[in-house]
């Protein structure tokens, strides 16, 4: 009985790190380089924030 459970547990383990390697390839060792980094969007953009949060005037409602 014991046997069949370490025998399940083993194949578990080695078919979840097999369907790891064939997913996501070799395990790499994370570089400084790999960070993440936001990308840019319009609220990085000065004159896009300065004209959305200007007060709306008669010729801006619309």
Known sequence: MW???LLLVVVAVG?????RFLLEG????????DEYVRPLGP??????????????GPEDQG
């Open 26 to 33: 070799f395990p790499r060792i994370k570089r400084r380089d």
């Open 43 to 56: 609220d990085d953009d000065d004159e896009f924030l300065a004209q959305i949060s200007r007060k709306k």
């Open 15 to 19: 078919s979840y790190y097999a369907a």
């Open 3 to 5: 046997r069949f459970v």
